[in-house]
């Protein structure tokens, strides 16, 4: 599969889809990630780990926490080098005061946002992709 780098069909066939689940963040010391946790999201920064593991399993672990999130992926096969794309799906989100961490990967975007908004910013996306088609 080619992936795509018009911004005008990335929008339009950008299909979001909301993944089941709570999502938070959690920051570690050391840079293996504990036994029974199972990250969708992993970073090194300088001040440790971060991962983006289900809520539950955060808790099983006892790891800190201060966001939930809920994980929308846009199933468009996007390329690492468009352009656009995290610009104008965080605008569309601003607009509807929504917050939005972003990840790429290879092939998909992930958003994650307000999990008590989700269904908002899925919604806001989905009239974003009609608006483009």
């Given at each position: 599969m080619t992936p795509e780098r018009d911004l005008t069909r990335l929008l339009a066939t950008m299909r979001p889809e909301l993944n089941p689940g709570r999502y938070v963040f959690a920051t570690i010391d050391g840079a293996v990630v504990p036994p029974g946790l199972h990250p969708v999201v992993t970073?090194?920064?300088?001040?440790?780990?971060?991962?983006?593991?289900r809520q539950e399993e955060a808790d099983a672990a006892s790891l800190p926490y201060d966001y939930v999130a809920g994980w929308i992926t846009l199933r468009v096969h996007s390329?690492?080098?468009a352009v656009g794309l995290t610009a104008a799906v965080s605008r569309e989100l601003a607009e509807a005061g929504l917050s939005c961490n972003v990840v790429a990967g290879f092939h998909h975007d992930h958003?994650?946002?307000?999990?008590?908004?989700?269904?908002?910013a899925l919604t806001a996306l989905r009239h974003l992709a009609e608006r483009s088609a």
């Open positions: 970073v090194t920064e300088s001040e440790g780990l971060t991962l983006v593991v390329a690492l080098d958003l994650f946002v307000d999990h008590a908004r989700a269904g908002e």
